[in-house]
């Protein structure tokens, strides 16, 4: 157990319609980040929170964004949902001093949420 | 981008015997990285990690060895155990970044 909870578990969504993940990092964790990982893949680097802003993001669209509140949990949303978001979205939290790879540590996974877009 | 990638898509053992399990990185700005296990249906799971000053680290039953000059690192298991089978990520993060970026991975069988 990591202690990094994430929910729904699994949703469907049909095409162009909106979603929105939520994840719980682990206690005393105040950086999240979210990944994407598609079936047969490694995860995919989306974007990273650090104090309740965005401070990396990989190459993904502006449609998917997202939250950090001052509890450091997290959200991650995606407009106009395409058929490739069909994926299992990956929260994972550490615990930074910078926010930057000065001092990057071990990731805490959560379980994911699976995504399926008809 | 950066890229990661993996030697071996699949590697099958016979449970004992040793796993080797291999893969590139392409930044060489790239001062972190970690070994993740991902069993079906779970997040990955941290393995051992080692940072760019070091070329060796142990851990239990398992090693990483990293070679910084052609940009390679191994993930060493020793006596592989049934419970070893699951698909296998190495992550590098870039320096200042703090991003990871995943290979592909190498799924492991054990073979009872």
């Known amino acids: 157990e990591t202690g990094v909870t994430q929910s729904p578990t699994h949703l469907i969504k049909t095409r162009g319609q909106q979603v929105t993940l939520r994840c719980s990092s682990q206690?005393?964790?105040?950086?999240v980040s979210w990944y994407q990982q598609a079936l047969g893949q490694g995860p995919q680097f989306i974007f990273q929170?650090?104090?309740?802003?965005?401070?990396g993001r990989g190459n993904f669209p502006p449609r998917f964004s997202g939250l950090q509140f001052p509890n450091y949990s997290s959200e991650l949303n995606v407009n106009a949902l395409e058929l490739d978001d069909s994926a299992l979205y990956l929260c994972?939290?550490?615990?930074?001093?910078?926010?930057?790879?000065?001092?990057?540590?071990?990731?805490?996974f959560g379980e994911g949420s699976r995504l399926t877009v008809l | 981008g950066e890229s990661v990638g993996l030697h071996l898509p699949t590697l099958s053992v016979q449970e004992g015997d040793n796993s080797i399990i291999n893969c590139a990185y392409s930044?060489?700005?790239?001062?972190?990285f970690i070994w993740y296990k991902q069993e079906s249906g779970k997040g990955p799971q941290f393995i051992i990690d080692?940072?760019?000053?070091?070329d060796k680290r142990q851990g239990q039953r398992v090693t990483v060895l990293l070679n910084k000059t052609v940009k390679h690192l191994s993930l060493q298991i020793a006596a592989t155990q049934p419970g070893d089978s699951a698909v296998y990520f190495c992550?590098?993060?870039?320096?200042?970044?703090?991003?990871?970026?995943f290979g592909s991975g190498t799924k492991l069988n054990v073979k009872p």
């Open positions: 930044n060489s700005a790239s001062d972190y």
């Open positions: 992550a590098e993060n870039l320096f200042l970044l703090n991003k990871f970026y």
């Open positions: 206690s005393g964790h105040n950086t």
């Open positions: 080692i940072r760019s000053n070091m």
């Open positions: 994972a939290s550490t615990k930074t001093t910078t926010g930057t790879g000065l001092d990057a540590g071990e990731l805490f």
């Open positions: 929170y650090y104090r309740e802003e965005e401070n």
